[in-house]
């Protein structure tokens, strides 16, 4: 069971250029979600899809796209990459019929650099 | 939208010592109140939560008190182990939104 997946681990950028990051689950969650973690300042979401069908935008959409493939798959893209988008990227997916309100399970995360 | 502030940023204490964090929450609807851990380049894992018909949760070292009216909510880490050492992340949620973190605070226990 490998729980949440996310590609790549790694991405180096230059400014301008586009890149799609994927993230599956395989635990039958309903809800998925992106958060972006810089220092001292948490996890802040950027786009979530409480369930597959619907996405919402989050804190932080700014710059970002994403796309709920189906039940197992959200993917978020940057369409021109800035060195403000330049972050650790996660994503998670909860199984909770309420938004928010249970456990999240989250990806080892993406480090994007862009310069 | 909901507002979460986390103090202190940065906590040292000796291996044995009792650490607390805080967190204050904006949104009075907001009832669902969880707590993560990040080790060093590691993924968050949830360690404890708490709803808000419940004033205090405890699991052997670790409780969480939460205190609706003030609208704060404290992580308690007792007999602290070097292996408490990470990032420990308040969140809070009303149910009609995604969770939002607290900015985080770095606990290093000295051993």
């Known amino acids: 069971n490998a729980g949440v997946t996310q590609t790549p681990k790694f991405q180096v950028l230059k400014t301008g250029q586009s890149m799609t990051l994927q993230c599956a689950q395989d635990?039958?969650?309903?809800?998925m979600y992106w958060y972006r973690q810089d220092p001292g300042m948490g996890l802040r979401l950027i786009y979530y899809s409480a369930s597959e069908g619907t996405t919402d935008k989050g804190e932080v959409p700014n710059g970002y796209n994403v796309s709920r493939l189906n039940k197992r798959e959200f993917s978020l893209r940057l369409e021109s990459a800035a060195p403000s988008q330049t972050s650790v990227y996660f994503c998670a997916s909860s199984v909770s019929s309420g938004m928010g309100t249970g456990e999240l399970f989250f990806g080892e995360g993406s480090r994007l650099t862009v310069l | 939208g909901e507002n979460v502030e986390q103090h202190p940023s940065t906590l040292s204490v000796q291996e044995g010592d009792s650490a607390v964090i805080k967190c204050t929450y904006s949104d009075s609807a907001s009832n669902y109140f969880p707590w993560y851990k990040q080790e060093l380049g590691k993924r968050p894992q949830l360690i404890i939560d708490?709803?808000?018909?419940?004033g205090e949760k405890k699991d052997q070292r670790i409780a969480v008190t939460l205190n609706k009216t003030a609208k704060h909510f404290s992580l308690h880490i007792t007999e602290t182990q070097p292996e408490d050492s990470a990032v420990y992340f308040c969140?809070?949620?009303?149910?009609?939104?995604?969770?939002?973190f607290g900015s985080g605070t770095r606990l290093q226990v000295q051993p």
């Open positions: 635990m039958n969650h309903n809800s």
């Open positions: 708490i709803r808000s018909n419940v």
């Open positions: 969140a809070a949620s009303s149910g009609r939104r995604a969770l939002t």
